[in-house]
């Protein structure tokens, strides 16, 4: 059988390693893509209901890559950020103008991210789309790695210098490569849906800590509402398969009535939440990305953003190194990328467990110091920014990709 030779080849068409193929294509180099669930599939586990928060890092990660463009249409900005508990008397609004921005992040259907990502890997003749396929086999060798794909007709064999396991949070790369994941159960399932309020979200996203788990309604489409909320594992269960009309009576009761009352919902789904972090990322010639290296709980909407910022530093060395003849899948080059991502790494997931975790304890004493805590952060503008350089992600050495719009003079559009 014939060996394709490919300069990377990535297993996962997802958010991530589609994303991530369409930026190394622009750059010049051959690539891979080995995908089991087609696109446009509906049971495509990247492209499903939900709705994603894009910091503006990713905005311009994004646009440096060409998809930020295409997406334009789709995407509702947040203007508004509002943080508050249940039964608390603080909150945090955080408002777009104030902080001279055009908008604090952008909500977009992973739907709509699938199609943009499913007919750029087909129609970009350096990205060769090996799907519905999976990766069977990963032989490391000295100066490259050879993969197996099973497709629906036999076995294809592909080399590359890099092999990119962007395949998820179970990835059966990073089994097969004998990679290893710290697991740590948020003992919390998200319950996502959409809901049309009576009122018009006008931009506003808000952050709601509940006695059972932080809920979110974020901003998208036609006046309609994403919802994430975070519950103990049972409660999040009777949420999604039960009853609508108990799933937004416990909603309302939840979140309240500032866009109106509640009557319809649609597309529930359950994701159980768990924090996965891989300590090495690498293995020879093999680099977990994206779900692969690590999840995050959804409250602060930072794991696809991180993973961009990832992607991104990624395909700056890669492409660096393409460049002066050097070898994308060295050693030297993959340290070099665990070390320029682990300040941004540590403190992503540092901000997260802490609203996590902060917020987890019921007792009025605690309420009342965290009602206090948000109240100060409200009066504080400089505390407020710093909040935000990290929700936007800010934080850390960036990949140039991150830090800019492609074109600077398209700046201020959306
Ligand atoms: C409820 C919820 C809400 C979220 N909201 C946000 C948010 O607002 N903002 C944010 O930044 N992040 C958010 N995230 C995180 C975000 O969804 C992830 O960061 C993102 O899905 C990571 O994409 P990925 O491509 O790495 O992995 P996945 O989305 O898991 O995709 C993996 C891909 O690999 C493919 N695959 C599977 N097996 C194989 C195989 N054997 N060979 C090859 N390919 C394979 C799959 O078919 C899929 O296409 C949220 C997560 C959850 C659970």
């Given at each position: 059988?014939e ?8 297993a996962?068409?997802?958010?991530v390693?589609?994303a991530l ?17 087609p696109?446009?599939h ?17 905005r311009?990660?994004?646009?440096a890559?060409g998809?930020?463009q295409p997406a ?24 777009a103008?104030?902080e001279?921005v ?9 739907r ?22 999976r990766?069977?086999?990963?032989e ?6 050879r ?11 592909l080399s590359?210098?890099l092999?990119i396991a ?30 049309p ?6 931009g ?7 006695r059972?788990g932080?809920?979110?309604m ?23 398969d ?15 009535y ?8 649609r597309?529930?789904?359950l994701?159980?939440?768990?924090e996965?972090?891989a ?5 020879g010639r ?12 959804p ?6 953003n991180?993973?961009?910022?990832d992607a ?22 993959l ?11 540590w ?8 609203l996590?975790?902060?917020f ?12 206090a ?7 504080c ?9 990290t ?9 140039a990709a991150?830090?800019?719009p ?9």
């Amino acid at each position: 059988m014939e060996t394709e030779p490919y300069e990377i080849v990535i297993a996962g068409g997802g958010l991530v390693g589609g994303a991530l193929a369409c930026g190394l294509a622009r750059a010049g180099l051959r690539v891979a893509v080995i995908e089991p669930v087609p696109a446009q599939h509906t049971a495509q586990p990247s492209f499903d209901e939900r709705h994603t928060a894009l910091a503006p890092s990713s905005r311009y990660v994004l646009d440096a890559w060409g998809l930020w463009q295409p997406a334009r249409g789709a995407l509702t900005p947040i203007r508004h950020i509002h943080v508050s508990e249940q039964g608390g008397w603080g909150f945090v609004h955080l408002d777009a103008e104030q902080e001279g921005v055009e908008a604090l992040g952008w909500l977009l259907a992973n739907r709509h991210m699938g199609t943009i990502l499913g007919q750029r890997l087909t129609a970009d003749e350096r990205i060769t789309l090996i799907s519905p396929a999976r990766v069977e086999a990963v032989e490391q060798g000295s100066d490259c790695i050879r993969v197996t794909a099973a497709t629906a007709d036999g076995e294809r064999r592909l080399s590359g210098r890099l092999l990119i396991a962007a395949d998820g949070a179970d990835s059966p790369t990073r089994r097969l490569t004998g990679l290893t994941v710290h697991r740590n159960d948020y003992g919390q399932s998200a319950v996502i849906a959409t809901v049309p309020p009576t009122r018009h979200h006008r931009g506003w996203a808000f952050e709601r800590f509940t006695r059972t788990g932080p809920l979110a309604m974020l901003p998208i489409a036609e006046g309609r509402c994403a919802v994430v909320w975070s519950l103990p594992p049972h409660q999040a269960e009777a949420y999604c398969d039960g009853e609508e009309s108990a799933f937004l009576t416990g909603l309302q009761r939840a979140f309240g009535y500032r866009l109106g009352p509640l009557r319809e919902s649609r597309q529930r789904a359950l994701y159980p939440l768990v924090e996965r972090y891989a300590p090495t990322p690498y293995a020879g010639r093999v680099l977990l990305l994206g779900n692969a290296a690590h999840t995050l709980h959804p409250v602060a909407g930072q794991g696809l953003n991180l993973a961009l910022r990832d992607a991104a530093t990624l395909a700056e060395l890669v492409v660096t190194s393409h460049a002066g003849g050097g070898d994308p899948g060295a050693e030297t080059l993959l340290k070099a990328y665990v070390r320029r991502r682990s300040e941004d790494l540590w403190r992503t997931r540092a901000f997260t467990n802490t609203l996590v975790r902060g917020f987890a304890p019921d007792h009025p004493l605690l309420r009342l110091a965290r009602s206090a805590g948000l109240a100060a952060l409200q009066r504080c503008p400089t505390v407020r920014r710093v909040l935000l350089r990290t929700g936007a992600g800010r934080v850390g050495p960036l990949p140039a990709a991150a830090c800019r719009p492609a074109d600077a003079s398209r700046e201020g559009s959306a």
